[in-house]
């Protein structure tokens, strides 16, 4: 332990903050803040979270952020990766009796193709060597045809059903229907959702990756690690900034109400 975990919860106590009203005031939740002044930080998302942790944290009970992630940077270790290897494939032993029974199959095979293809020479020949020609077939006099044919009146009932506008309005209103949100993460960030009063998905996204969400009614970020790293768009329509770098915000409603405002 580089000391950082401690100085935090010194802090703290000094304030004689509880751990409630240490998440009341920095808006991080109290597991997240036990495991900051333990330095248990297996149980949080990751390292950039970590940071962001820290130096919201820091900078609440008043202390050098940069001294702190500095303290975590040093105890920070790089475990490698673990290569994962393919088990090894085992071989089967074919029984014997496979490879005379696949080459007599193989044979069986070749002498129906033989049979089949000499008998369809037979059978060409035969019908090329055939002396008959059919007779020529009667032309229809051109007369009665042109007589036969009615010119059709252009009426409107004539149009096919296929070009047949539909009403513009109900177009529009078509694709108007529901919700969709696409989330474009500019950093590293956190994010839980709830579609619909149902939940989603939650996870870290990488910096340069998006996510599109569709919903009916209500599409909601429960909870966002890093506001400044998300940028949102409702229906096409842009929101404002959620908030800062670093900042965790919770419970971001996204609604028909929302779309009007925009």
């Given at each position: 332990m580089a000391g950082e975990g401690q100085?935090?919860?010194?802090?703290?106590?000094?304030?004689?903050?509880?751990?409630?009203?240490?998440?009341?005031?920095?808006?991080?939740?109290?597991?997240?803040?036990?495991?900051?002044?333990?330095?248990?930080?297996?149980?949080?998302?990751?390292a950039t979270y970590v940071k962001g942790y820290l130096r919201t944290y820091a900078k609440q009970l008043g202390l050098n952020s940069d001294e702190i992630?500095?303290?975590?940077?040093?105890?920070?270790?790089?475990?490698?990766?673990?290569?994962l290897k393919a088990p090894p494939t085992l071989e089967k032993a074919r029984p014997l009796w496979v490879r005379p029974a696949i080459i007599g199959s193989m044979a069986v095979l070749a002498i129906i193709l033989v049979i089949v293809i000499s008998g369809s020479y037979q059978a060409g020949k035969k019908v090329a060597d055939s002396p008959y020609s059919p007779p020529a077939l009667p032309s229809a006099p051109k007369a009665e045809?042109?007589?036969?044919?009615?010119?059709?009146?252009?009426?409107?009932?004539?149009?096919?059903?296929?070009?047949?506008?539909?009403n513009p309005e109900n177009a529009v209103a078509a694709t108007q229907d529901g919700l969709t949100a696409q989330l474009v993460f500019t950093q590293a960030c956190w994010v839980e959702v709830k579609?619909?009063?149902?939940?989603?998905?939650?996870?870290?996204?990488?910096?340069?990756?998006?996510?599109?969400?569709?919903?009916?009614?209500?599409?909601?970020?429960?909870?966002?690690?890093?506001?400044?790293?998300?940028?949102?768009?409702?229906?096409?329509?842009?929101?404002?900034?959620l908030g800062k770098a670093g900042e965790v915000i919770r419970h971001v409603v996204l609604s028909p109400d929302t779309l009007k405002s925009l």
């Open positions: 100085m935090l919860r010194a802090a703290r106590e000094g304030k004689k903050w509880s751990l409630i009203e240490a998440e009341d005031t920095t808006k991080i939740r109290v597991r997240y803040i036990q495991a900051l002044e333990e330095e248990d930080y297996e149980i949080l998302p990751g992630i500095a303290l975590y940077n040093d105890s920070a270790i790089l475990e490698p990766s673990p290569v045809a042109s007589a036969q044919v009615p010119s059709s009146p252009k009426t409107e009932s004539s149009a096919p059903s296929s070009l047949v506008v539909a579609v619909d009063d149902q939940p989603s998905f939650q996870g870290t996204f990488a910096a340069g990756t998006s996510k599109e969400v569709k919903g009916t009614s209500r599409i909601e970020l429960v909870s966002v690690g890093n506001a400044g790293g998300l940028s949102v768009s409702l229906n096409g329509k842009a929101l404002p900034s």
